[in-house]
């Protein structure tokens, strides 16, 4: 059973266009919220996060919106650029101890010039 | 700079062989994390560990074991590899808020 879903494995917009990457989650449990951004043969980056108290956190270009009721967030980048070109991985921390991420399958983004 | 470092950053192994995937952290972080990476799946949890001395299964521990003898070092051992291990393994760390991610090392079972 999947719990984090990310259902378009890729995107393509064009630069200085908006664009806007969704997940959706089963466990109503998950009370934090993390987007990763991986380029090739790197490791995950840290994107932006937000907590289920809230409903939007903003970092710049970079905007989550987080829908509770529908189990849905969403990130979206405004304006798109091509080095923001990379997968995009939705992740949530599980309720355990360790508080382990449980990561979406993730959405190839290709911004082009 | 402070971060975590895996080796090898590839391997090629033949099956039926060991193989232990090393990963070092200098944060001080109490839990420590390996995961996979395949199309199509996202980063799936190995095994997990809460602080040095302890350790849990994540979703896809078959044919994966580790250990956590100290704060900072996290191995990864294959006792017996197999082509569906064939993947990209990242080691990460959290000190409960943020989580940081090692370079990966991508393994090739042939």
């Known amino acids: 059973d999947q719990q984090v879903k990310q259902n378009s494995p890729s995107l393509s917009v064009q630069e200085g266009r908006i664009s806007i990457l969704n997940c959706d989650y089963t466990n109503s449990m998950f009370d934090y919220f993390l987007w990763y951004k991986k380029y090739p043969a790197e490791g995950p980056t840290f994107l932006i996060s937000?907590?289920?108290?809230?409903d939007k956190n903003e970092d710049g270009r970079f905007t989550v919106f987080l829908n509770k009721s529908a189990k849905h967030l969403s990130l979206h980048i405004v304006p798109s650029q091509p080095g923001d070109s990379a997968v995009y991985f939705c992740?949530?921390?599980?309720?355990?101890?360790?508080?382990?991420?449980?990561f979406g399958s993730g959405t190839q983004l290709t911004v082009l010039p | 700079i402070a971060g975590i470092t895996q080796a090898p950053t590839s391997q090629i192994l033949a099956a039926g062989r060991r193989m232990t995937l090393r990963c070092t952290q200098d944060m001080r972080h109490n839990a420590m994390y390996w995961y996979r990476q395949d199309l199509g799946l996202g980063l799936r949890l190995i095994h997990y560990?809460?602080?040095?001395?302890?350790?849990g299964k994540g979703e896809v521990p078959d044919g994966y074991s580790v250990s956590r003898a100290n704060t900072d070092d996290f191995p990864l051992t294959l006792a017996s590899a197999v082509p569906s291990q064939t993947s990209v393994y990242f080691c990460?760390?959290?000190?409960?808020?943020?989580?940081?991610f090692g370079s990966g090392t991508r393994l090739t079972v042939v």
């Open positions: 937000i907590s289920s108290i809230k």
């Open positions: 560990s809460n602080t040095a001395g302890t350790t």
């Open positions: 992740a949530a921390p599980g309720t355990g101890s360790a508080r382990q991420l449980t």
């Open positions: 990460a760390s959290s000190d409960g808020h943020g989580y940081t």
